[in-house]
C-alpha cells in the first residue's frame, strides 16, 4: 500500500491509453475498450454534460494510478468504473474518488445512485457501505466471460424530491482527501 496525495483532475482523451493500460491490468477478463472510454468521454463535456470521469495522478511521477466514471440520466446516476492501482490500495484514493463521483451526482441533480460490483469484491463493498450504499439485488452473470455475478447498490442523496425538511437535504457524504468492474482502495 502505498499512501499518496494524488490529484484528481477531469479525464481527458489524452489519459484513454494509460487508463486502458491500467483497465487491463485491473480487470483483464472483462476490461473497458479504448471505444467504450472514448464514447464516455464525448458525453462529459459541455452544456448538455451527462458523464463525469476522473484521473487521479501521482504529484511525483505523473503516473495515472487510479480513474473513476459516473453517468447521469434524469434524477438517477450510475457509478460506471472506479479502479486503483493495486500499490495504491488501502490509502483512501477510492474513496477520494468515489466522494468527487457523488458530488458531480448532486450537481447533475440526481437523486439516486446506482452501481454494480462483483460478489467476490468484498473490498469495494464495504467502501461503498461506508458511503451509505445498501444492496439491492443482483444481476446474473452480468461480468463477463467469468460469468460472476454482480451486486446492485443504491444510495439516496437527497431526503425526499421537493420536500423542504428544513435542513441540507443531501446525504452526508465522508470527506476523505471508486458500474463495470470496481477495484478501491
Known sequence: MTVTTAVL???RW?????????EHELFPEDAW??????????????????????VAEDPATGRIVGYAGLAAAG????????AVTRDHWGGGLGAALLTDLLKHATAFECAEVLLEVRVDNLRAQ??????????IGFRRGYYQPGNIDALVMRL??????GGDT?????????GHAPGTGTETD
Request: glycine share 8%.
Open 33 to 54: 475498450s479504448s471505444g467504450m472510454f472514448w464514447s464516455e468521454l464525448a458525453h462529459a463535456r459541455g452544456a448538455g454534460a451527462t458523464r463525469r470521469y476522473v
Open 166 to 174: 428544513g435542513d441540507d437535504a443531501h446525504h452526508d457524504v465522508p
Open 14 to 22: 489524452w489519459d484513454i491509453e494509460p487508463v486502458l493500460a491500467l
Open 9 to 11: 483532475r477531469e479525464m
Open 126 to 135: 464495504k467502501l461503498y457501505e461506508r458511503f451509505g450504499f445498501e444492496p
Open 75 to 82: 434524477d438517477l446516476a450510475d457509478v460506471q468504473t472506479i
Open 156 to 161: 439516496h442523496l437527497h431526503e425526499e424530491l
